[in-house]
Structure formats: C-alpha cells, structure tokens
C-alpha cells in the first residue's frame, strides 16, 4: 500500500480558482423599470404626493406667535439658536427634545420593519421617492420601458436631442426646487425667497441650494438603485431586523414552481406547472433591477411593485392574485414543506386539487396575530413611552431658568465692617415670547442681604424686566454681616419667580467664607 | 515597453513589474478621477496666482489680489470698532453719573472696562480685581481716594504719586527713619491702631499711644482713625487691611512707610477707556453711589 492511497482527497476548492476568477470591477448596467399598475402603485403614488407635500409646503407654513417671535410654523433658527415647531419652542439646551424624537425614528424604524420589513425603503424614503418622481418625468418625454431602451441604444439624433434636454431640464427644476425649499426651514420663507428671486440672499444660501440640486440631480437621475446597494447602511442593517413573522415581499416557489413559459402545452403534455409563466414582468417592472424569485436579496427595497405587476398577470391567466405577495419566512417555509411532500421536488399536485384547480386548505396564509410577538411589543412600548415621557415633559416643562455662576476670583470680599460678600453672576432665561418681568431674592441665607449694582433693590427683592425670549445677565452681590459670617461655607437658592405666570425658578447657590477668621 | 503583456484575464496590460511571480496590472484611472485631478492642479496654479502662496527670504510672495491676514484682521477690527463707535461717543459725552445711570451704556461700558482691566490692571490688582499686600482690593468697600464714579474715575485717570499734574499726591512722613517718634511712642501707637480695629496688639501701652496718635496720626488718618479720603489716608478702624494686621507689620509701616503708586492712565488710554475702566471698577460691587465723606 503506497503512501498515496493512504490519503484521503479533501473536498476543497481555491475561492480564487481560474474558474471562478472574475473581473474585480463590473461596470453597472442600466435599469428602466417599466410602469406599474395595482394597488401598491395606487399606494405609493399617494405617498409620494404626501411626502413631498411635506417637504416643499412645511415651510410656508405661518403659526402666530405675536409680535416678539416668527410666525414660522417649522423654523430651525440657527442665527438665534430656536427650533421652532407650532406650538413649541425648543432652546438649545433643550437640544435633548430631537435626540429623543430621533430615538423615537430609529424604534419605529425597528417597530416597522420587524413588522412588514423595509417599509422604509419601499414608500417613504426620499431617495424612493424622487427616483419615483424623476422616473415619471422620464415616461412622460422618453415612453415607458422598452422606448427608453430603444432610445438608449439608438445614435444621438435631434429627436434622441431634445427628449434628453427636456428631461433634463425638468429633472433640474425638480432638483433646484428640492434644494430650494431645504433652506426654507432655516429663515423666513417668504422673506428669504424675496432675497433668493432678488440676489439678496447670503452665500450660504446659494450654496446649499447649489449642493442640494446637484444631490437630488445625481442620485435621482443617475445614481438611483447604487445609492441602496453601495452608499446606504440600512440594507446591511436589515437582516438582523427581520424575523420569521416579518411580512416581505415574497415569490411564493411553492405554487410558482415549476415555472414554464408554454403552460397549456406543457399541461397537455401531462407534465406538472407552476402559476409562474416566466413572463419576466417583476423583474421589468423593478427599480431595483433584480428578479425577486431568486428569493430575499440584499438590493431588495421592497417597493411592492413586483405583487402589482404579477397580480395583473395573474388576472390575464384567470390565476389567484398573491404569486408575489407580502409573506412571512415561517408561512412560506410551512407551505414549501407542504408543497414538496416527501418527493423534495415542488410539486403543484400538493398545493392544487388534481394539480391545477383551486388551492388546498391547509395552506398558511398571513394571520395579523403574528405581528403581536415579544419583539414588536417591545418596540411599540419602548416607543410609546418615550413619546409620553417627552409630552408630558413638553407640557410640564418650566419657560423661566436661572443659572448661577460663583465669582470664582475672589471666592468672597471681606467688607469694612467685617462682613463677608460673595458675588454671583447669575443668568434668567424667559423662554416664552413675551416680556415679563421677575422678581430675585434668595432664600435660606438669614441675614444676608443681596446687591445688583445698577439696579433697584427693595425688601432683599429686586425686580428685572426680561425681554421676551432672551437671556438676561446679572451680577448679584450677597453680603453677610459679621456676627452671621461664621463657619466655612452655607447653602442657600437664588430664586427667581414670576408671580403672574406662577413659575418660580431655584438655583442652589453656595456662599463661602474664609476658613477662619483672621482678623 | 514595446510589447506590453496583457494580462489574460482581465485584458488589461501589465505594468511590467514582477515580484515573485506577481504582476501589477496597469488599470487606467476613471477619466473623471482624472478630470478631478487636474482641475485641482488647475485650482493650485489659480491660487498661486491670486493668492499669497510662495514662501520667500522675508515673506511670501503677494498675489494678484493682494490679500493678507493681517488687512482682514485689520478690517475685521476697524468693522467692530466703527460699531462700537455710537457707544464710545456717547460715552465720551457722559459723566460717570450719567453712564451708570444708562443701562445700556453701563453694560457696554463695563465689558470694555473689563477688557482694558485684564490688559492693563491685572499686573496689580489681580485677574479679579482682588488686589494683594500693598496694592487694593477693589471689591471691598474700603477706598483710599474715594468710590463713587467719579472718584474712582479721576484715581484712574491722574493716578497715584504719578508724574502726571493732577495726580492723587500724599505722604506719610517716615516717623521712625526720620527720628520723628522715638520707638517706644511708635511701639506704643502701633499698639493703639490695633484697637482701633478691634484687634488685642501684644505690647506696647495703648493709652499713651492714643496720645501719639491724637499728636501726630489724626490730622491725617482722623481723630476716630477713620481715615481720610482727600489725602488718601487709610481707615484704621475697618477690618481691611491694606498690608498687614500684624503687629511687626504696623510698627514698621509707621517707622519708614511704604505708600503705593499707580500710573495715570488717562495719557496712555484716553478718557474713554478711562470712563469704561471705572465703570468696570465700580460695577464690581464696592462704590459708593456719591462723593459721600467717608
């Protein structure tokens, strides 16, 4: 026995083989997704024109405020530092408002798509819908699907000429109007437009318009499907946000398979088929480019329109809607399981009376009660209750703050008489828009008396009028007298309060004095 | 490179280069890397052209546009300085009254006061205005030559024993260097000063120290020790030391005394800076509202 046939041969295969080698680079190849008509598009169309409803009308939006705020509905007033929204007014150090309403997006984000998958991505991202937009402008100048193919290929002629600058021309008008209305929210809409239409308006507003057009143009007209496959993170994210029971867009093998294109023959024939007629219109009509019967794929942005167009189909061939349907993994693995018996091979006869007449009972269908499961209940409460906690933050909320400050250097005076004086700089904030005016005093310090120099002080109380929506600083001087200035250090509130509006404003305050008394 | 191998696979040309068997394919970059690429060498020339860029012997060369940092710094402040213009008029026109009395005012004045404090003051009396031994606190109560604004105007204004006309001037005779008082009057004087503050001194006989002192201190330093704020003379009754409470301390202030100077600051800062240096000064919390005697 040679030390050859003592060898077992391993079943392994370079990853790099010749065979297998291909180019590192594949150049991309251009979609043109073909019109659909159903439900899902009806849907999408709707959404699209809320969406962008939205998006350009927010702006011009007016909420009343009286005199001394904007009436901007939606203003993000980076000059003064204001996130205005209705009735809310957020300053910066209520910056934690939006990380919270952030927090909420990416739970119901989770929420949605652990439910029915990339919702998301298929109706209501921007990137969908102005693809969605800028591929109507496309229909409307260049036809549907295979005259833009033809056009494509065709040599540049004065008809190819104009039906390109056309499109391009209202491609750019969509695009200037997206950036356009982007900085909207930032000032005064119809100020800013006056400025914008007349030259007037800061650089930066042209830049950003300039920035946002470009974007839109690029990946609304170009850019496209690479923008979800290359540039975005969330698809890489979804495969550990689906589940089981999460509805996709699903090709259902099992009453598909086997999938003939000459079924009447073939079923003359005696052979077993599939409702698939391998007609190709899901992959036509896909924005994505790929054939969703090769089963969940990471490019997949779950538009639904494949269920559209083989619904139709489905209706030309007197078959049931649903070959492509919105579908959970554990129905269609149970159903797979039916539908390939014992055999291992899909057999139509399992799922159809005598193989091709109505589908067997027994059959799992979507049931609503699998979107109730630990997760998505997790999801619903952890979103809930931080809505709740920040509505009723938002309405509990104080609109008068104080802020104090300790003179740092020196810690405290020693005054003539022997008393000691600490010095505050403390800060009041009236965060409503109106002009009020508060009175400050402090608390839990007897025998103090307090000081603002230039201003008024009477009963240890001084009055400040505060401008509305403004921070108004003062120097507050504490003074102990002698006999009271003992020991190293008291606590004591610096309070302002409000007595028409009913708020009133504590800041702790600490007065120091000299270790001992070194007189 | 007459013959440049392509790379069978990919149909792209080799670069030539083989290390152990590995080759290095020559890809062409992306034309519009390439355009990318050029136009910032295109930007770089530009730039050159336009811009100070080139580093010579002394300095760089100027550019077409003859921009420079220190013109835009130049600008930017003679921008903040025009508008700040409106309140430095108005305070020129003003009494120190006048400025405390306008809140506005007061407060422009103040933050400018305090930038001239931390440029020109801090030396002396503290980043805070705290002072130290021999030179003021000027948050305390306690003024030599006065603290009402206008008081501390004028102090800052003519300085002190500084060379300028109007300047605070006073001096405390050397009552020991001199051979004024012998040493037992001083000791004893020393002693008496103490209580005035309510302090326990630890030798010397207070009540013939009063005598000393009614003979020789009260005409400057006032019968009660009070001090005496037209010739700068300090209270000795409060609890502000501007030295030191000690004993030693005293006795050798009296014998041969050290008396503080400030500049006037008036010639090297104008009246302004001045006015806007004692509203700072007086904003601090220990002026007085009037010329008050004290």
Known sequence: MSVQESVDRLNAEAVNSAGRRGPLFAARTKIHPKRAEGAFRRLKWIIMAVTLGIYYLTPWLRFDRGPHAPDQAVLVDLASRRFYFFFIEIWPQEFFYVAGLLIMAGLGLFLVTSVAGRVWCGYTCPQTVWVDLFLVVERFFEGDRNKRIALDKAPLSLDKFTKRSAKYAVWLLIAVATGGAWIFYFADAPTLAREVFTLQAAPVAYITVAILTATTFILGGFMREQVCTYMCPWPRIQSAMLDEQSLTVTYNDWRGEPRSRHQKRALAAGESVGDCVDCNACVAVCPQGIDIRDGQQMECITCALCIDACDSVMDKIGRDHGLISYATLADYNTNMAIARGNSGAIDPRNVRENGTGPLKAGLAHFNWRHLVRPRTLIYLVLWSAIGVAMAYSLATRQRLETSVLHDRNPLYVRLSDGGIRNAYTVKVSNMTNQPRTVSLSIDGLPGATIALPGRTVVGNTADIALPPDQVETLRLLVALPPEAAKGERLDFSIVASDATAGETSRSAAVFEMPKEDGR | ?294
Request: with cysteine; glycine share 10%.
């Open chain 2, 1 to 294: 490179m007459a013959d440049r191998e392509i790379d069978e696979l990919t149909g792209t040309p080799t670069t030539g280069h083989t290390w152990d068997g590995i080759k290095e394919l020559d890809t062409p970059m992306p034309r519009w890397w390439l355009w990318t690429f050029y136009a910032t060498i295109l930007f770089a020339l530009v730039y050159v052209i336009l811009y100070p860029a080139i580093p010579l012997v002394s300095r760089a060369t100027n550019g077409v546009l003859g921009w420079s940092s220190r013109d835009a710094v130049r600008t930017e402040i003679a921008t903040a300085q025009a508008a700040q213009t409106a309140y430095r008029d108005q305070i020129a026109n003003a009494s120190m009254d006048q400025i405390i009395a306008n809140p506005e005012l007061l407060q422009f004045a103040t933050r400018a006061g305090r930038s001239a404090f931390l440029v020109n003051c801090v030396q002396c009396h503290g980043s805070g205005a705290q002072g130290s031994v021999g030179y003021p606190n000027l948050q305390d109560d306690d003024w030599l030559w006065g603290g009402s604004p206008e008081q501390i105007r004028t102090t800052i204004a003519h300085g002190i024993r500084s060379e300028d006309p109007a300047t605070h001037m006073s001096v405390m005779p050397a009552f020991g260097h001199d051979g004024i008082l012998k040493q037992d009057q001083i000791v004893n004087v020393s002693a008496y000063v103490m209580t005035l503050s309510g302090l326990t001194p630890r030798f010397g006989v207070t009540s013939e120290g009063a005598t000393v002192f009614a003979d020789n201190c009260a005409s400057c330093h006032g019968v009660d020790g009070g001090g005496k704020q037209d010739v700068g003379a300090p209270s000795l009754k409060d609890a502000i030391w501007l030295r030191s409470p000690d004993q030693n301390a005293i006795i050798a202030q009296i014998n041969n005394p050290k008396m503080g100077v400030m500049p006037a600051w008036e010639p090297r800062l104008g009246p302004v800076a001045v006015k806007e240096l004692a509203a700072y000064v007086y904003s601090l919390g220990g002026g007085t509202a009037t010329a008050a005697s004290q």
